[in-house]
């Protein structure tokens, strides 16, 4: 990472200049990302050294053929008290890696099970329609997911040890039946994106009062 910290930030800058140049504001500030390619399908194990955190690296990205994981410094920050390894492997089905109808399947052990804040895991869609689901786990529990159309995958967050697969999750809740559609859209997706849940598995109360908790 420390060999690429200086290009991460040189391109950071002149994209910066590119857009202001034409006349584009940000609304965020760009992260220093650095990714590395691997062309494995096997088992890939991921080090994270404490001394990382001296870098000024915001995230670093592994991208294999099939999935990708995403670190974000900052997150991992409670943690970095020691080096952390991450081990990841596509498990999915046997067809051929690339198609459109493949699904990955992907089994991540985190440092001692578990990290006090998730990284992102992008899995591909394939050819499915990505409105209606979320990463999976094996025990069927959603992660947290957004679709990412410029990679065709959803981002799911994940912190525990598991095995994660893009699945269909669609939700529905009798009590939005008589709501505005633009109220239930909202409320089916993020519900099957793992982002929100109902006050039950068929209600969600959407007259109920709403505390910043």
Do not use: C, W
Not at 82 to 95: K, P
Not at 193 to 211: A, M, Q, V, Y
């Amino acid at each position: 990472v420390s060999s690429l910290e200086a290009t991460a930030q040189e391109t950071n800058v002149s994209l910066g200049q590119i857009l202001e140049d034409g006349g584009i504001e940000t609304v965020r500030d760009m992260s220093n990302t650095i990714t590395f390619l691997s062309d494995s399908t096997k088992q890939i194990t991921i080090r994270i050294e404490p001394n990382i955190l001296e870098t000024k690296v915001d995230k670093v990205r592994v991208e294999m053929p099939t999935y990708a994981i995403t670190l974000k410094l900052a997150d991992l920050e409670q943690d970095l008290k020691r080096t952390l390894v991450i081990t990841a492997e596509d498990v999915g089905t046997e067809d051929e890696v690339g198609t459109s109808n493949r699904i990955p399947s992907v089994r991540i052990e985190m440092p001692d099970g578990h990290l006090s804040n998730p990284v992102t895991l992008s899995l591909p869609t394939g050819s499915a329609e990505p409105t209606y689901m979320a990463v999976m786990n094996a025990d069927g529990d959603a992660s947290a997911s957004k679709y990412n159309p410029a990679t065709a995958s959803l981002d799911g967050k994940v912190n525990t040890s598991g095995e994660y697969t893009p699945l269909g999750n669609a939700k529905d809740f009798t009590d939005i039946a008589n709501k505005d559609e633009r109220m239930k859209k909202a409320i089916r997706e993020l519900a099957a994106r793992g982002i929100i849940n109902g006050t039950s598995d068929t209600t969600f109360s959407p007259d109920n009062k709403l505390t910043r908790a």
